[in-house]
Nanobody, 122 residues
Framework: QVQLVESGGGLVQAGGSLRLSCAASGRTFSFSNYAMGWFRQAPGKEREFVAAINWSGGSTLYADFVKGRFTISRDNAKNTVELQMNSLQPVDTAVYYC?????????????WGQGTQVTVSS
């Protein structure tokens, strides 16, 4: 079983920045073997893909709506994946989650962490 713990969310004004972090652990989970991704779910909407990074960190993929504003990175030594979010807008308000990914877009694990709330005020 994998444990995913997201942190770093908060309340920020439009145009501001936040840095999210996700710590992944599990007795049989080898973090460096998996591509990892961030997803978000706004109130009343389905969870959607935000960004992903391959196992080595050498390849990334972003949803069109965050290109140029968000940057995903990972530290395989610490089993963490991070999301630097700049130029935040109210539409970015959502609960953000991390998960391992398949095909760089689809979540691998059916069990999610608690997520971290990001609220952007106008």
């Amino acid at each position: 079983q994998v444990q995913l713990v997201e942190s770093g969310g908060g309340l920020v004004q439009a145009g501001g920045s936040l840095r999210l972090s996700c710590a992944a652990s599990g007795r049989t989970f080898s973090f460096s073997n998996y591509a990892m991704g961030w997803f978000r779910q706004a109130p009343g909407k389905e969870r959607e893909f935000v960004a992903a990074i391959n196992w080595s960190g050498g390849s990334t993929l972003y949803a069109d709506f965050v290109k140029g504003r968000f940057t995903i990175s990972r530290d395989n030594a610490k089993n963490t994946v991070e999301l630097q979010m700049n130029s935040l807008q109210p539409v970015d308000t959502a609960v953000y989650y991390c998960n391992a990914v398949v095909g760089m877009r689809r979540p691998l694990f059916g069990s999610w962490g608690q997520g971290t709330q990001v609220t952007v005020s106008s």
